[in-house]
C-alpha cells in the first residue's frame, strides 16, 4: 500500500464518518479507528524461515516521545486552553495562499466556527475551524509542516 492510497482511505473515513475499517490481503492487515482511540495500523504478517533466529525485543522509550513532551509542555503554558487538533493527516498552511496574510496569528481573538488554518489532503484544501470563541495563545505547527490525526495544533483561551 502506497501513502497516498492510505491518505485516500483516510480521507474517505473522515468524509463518511466511519469510526472503524479493518483490510486485510494476504500481505498485511490493515486497521483503523477514529474517535476515543488512537489510529492503529498493524505491520505486515511476514512468516520468517525457522533457520532465522528470533529478533531481540525492542527497547521500550524512557518517557513519551519529543513531539508529545513539546505539546505536553505547551498545553502546561495555557490552563483552560481547548487544543485544536487535526481532523485528518495531510499539510499544514496558515493561509489560504503563499502570498496571503494568515488566518490568525498568535494573540489574535477568533470566533466559534472561524477558520484558522487549512489542512491538504489529497490536493484538498480542508479549512479548520475554531470550536470555541477566545484568543489563540499558541500555534503549535510551523507553516507547510505535515500533520497527524489528532495531533495538536492551536491552544485557545476561551473567553
Do not use: W
Amino acid at each position: 500500500m502506497t501513502p497516498k492510497e492510505l491518505k485516500q482511505i483516510l480521507q474517505a473515513l473522515v468524509e463518511h464518518g466511519v469510526s472503524e475499517l479493518t483490510l486485510e490481503t494476504p500481505d498485511y492487515k490493515l486497521t483503523v479507528r477514529r474517535g476515543g482511540e488512537a489510529p492503529v495500523v498493524a505491520v505486515p504478517q511476514v512468516a520468517l524461515p525457522a533457520s532465522l533466529p528470533a529478533a531481540p525485543p525492542a527497547p521500550e522509550p524512557a518517557s513519551a516521545p519529543a513531539p508529545a513532551r513539546e505539546a505536553t509542555a505547551k498545553a502546561d503554558e495555557c490552563s483552560g486552553c481547548v487544543e485544536v487538533r487535526a481532523p485528518i493527516v495531510g499539510t499544514f498552511y496558515r493561509a489560504p495562499a503563499p502570498d496571503a496574510p494568515p488566518y490568525v496569528k498568535e494573540g489574535d481573538r477568533v470566533e466559534k466556527g472561524q477558520v484558522l488554518c487549512i489542512i491538504e489532503a489529497m490536493k484538498l484544501m480542508n479549512e479548520i475551524e475554531s470550536e470555541v470563541s477566545g484568543i489563540v495563545k499558541k500555534i503549535l505547527v510551523q507553516n507547510g509542516e505535515p500533520v497527524e490525526y489528532g495531533q495538536p495544533l492551536f491552544l485557545i483561551q476561551p473567553v
